[in-house]
């Protein structure tokens, strides 16, 4: 599996968990645990997907072993984060700490990504560029 297929496949399974949120939040009319819908949708839908594209567009990136790690580090880092911001958000204080490891974890999972985007060029292999033909 290449790291472009994991982040969209983990992409669909957090936006399915992030609706699933929303629409629960909406039968109950309790919004509380909105903070932590919006981080499962950001981090977990948008943000992986586009990890994806960018992932799609680079094969020699997207076969790599590090962008392997980056999108597991990423997607952990957001179920942590996620769970931790609802328990803040119902009253556990508690979690506060695990929100603030998470949301380390996210932050260098980003730089790990930041990293593969301002490397040289020369060590990026760019994806096959579309050939197209005139219509007749």
Same mark, same amino acid.
């Given at each position: 599996?290449?790291?472009?297929?994991?982040?969209?496949?983990?992409?669909?399974?957090?936006?399915?968990?992030?609706?699933?949120?929303?629409?629960?939040?909406?039968?109950?009319?309790?919004?509380?645990?909105?903070?932590?819908?919006?981080?499962?949708?950001?981090?977990?839908?948008?943000?992986?997907?586009?990890?994806?594209?960018?992932?799609?567009?680079?094969?020699?990136?997207?076969?790599?072993?590090? =962008? *392997? +790690? &980056?999108?597991?580090?990423?997607?952990?880092?957001?179920?942590?984060?996620?769970?931790?911001?609802? #328990?803040? $958000? /119902?009253?556990?204080?508690?979690?506060?700490?695990?929100?603030?490891?998470?949301?380390?974890?996210?932050?260098? =999972? *980003? +730089? &790990?990504?930041?990293?593969?985007?301002?490397?040289?060029?020369?060590?990026?292999?760019?994806?096959? #560029?579309? $050939? /197209?033909?005139?219509?007749?």
């Amino acid at each position: 599996m290449h790291a472009s297929s994991l982040s969209f496949r983990l992409a669909v399974l957090f936006v399915i968990a992030g609706m699933a949120m929303g629409i629960g939040m909406a039968m109950t009319q309790d919004h509380a645990l909105m903070p932590a819908h919006a981080h499962l949708n950001l981090l977990g839908w948008v943000s992986l997907f586009l990890f994806g594209i960018y992932y799609e567009r680079r094969p020699a990136l997207d076969a790599s072993r590090l =962008a *392997m +790690i &980056q999108v597991v580090l990423w997607s952990l880092g957001t179920v942590v984060l996620t769970s931790a911001v609802s #328990a803040i $958000h /119902l009253g556990y204080h508690a979690a506060e700490p695990i929100a603030a490891i998470a949301s380390l974890i996210v932050l260098a =999972a *980003m +730089i &790990q990504f930041a990293y593969f985007v301002f490397r040289p060029e020369r060590n990026v292999a760019p994806g096959p #560029a579309a $050939h /197209l033909s005139p219509a007749e």
